[in-house]
């Protein structure tokens, strides 16, 4: 099995910055894309960033300019630095990946997604 595990949600002030992580572990061969999503209350998951296994990434309108994401392969992290934050980013962030587990013998291509991780932009 795999698992996803995210950190470093928590409350910061409107201009504000917070840095995300989340960390893949188990039975991983290879990951090709990771990013990052976010739902607020009373809406539907959005996606805010991904990246490539190559470095490629491509962000939402409502990232661009303040959020970077980036990614160490060797340690299966990815990361998500988030400046100049607003109320409206107000949000649990999940992390998803694309990873290709094995066993040993069978090889399986799965969706996974981290348990999310609570961020609140308030004064």
């Known amino acids: 099995q795999v698992q996803l595990v995210e950190s470093g949600g928590g409350l910061v002030q409107p201009g504000g910055s917070l840095r995300l992580s989340c960390a893949a572990s188990?039975?991983?061969?290879?990951?090709?894309?990771m990013g990052w999503y976010r739902q607020a209350p009373g809406k539907q998951r959005e996606l805010v960033a991904t990246i490539t296994s190559g470095g490629s990434t491509n962000y939402a309108d409502s990232a661009k300019g303040r959020f970077t994401i980036s990614r160490d392969n060797a340690k299966n992290t990815v990361y998500l630095q988030m400046n100049s934050l607003k109320p409206e980013d107000t949000a649990i962030y999940y992390c998803?990946?694309?990873?290709?587990?094995?066993?040993?013998?069978?090889?399986?291509?799965?969706?996974?997604w981290g348990q999310g991780t609570q961020v609140t932009v308030s004064s």
């Open positions: 998803n990946a694309d990873i290709t587990k094995t066993n040993g013998i069978r090889f399986d291509r799965v969706g996974s």
């Open positions: 188990g039975s991983i061969f290879r990951i090709d894309t």
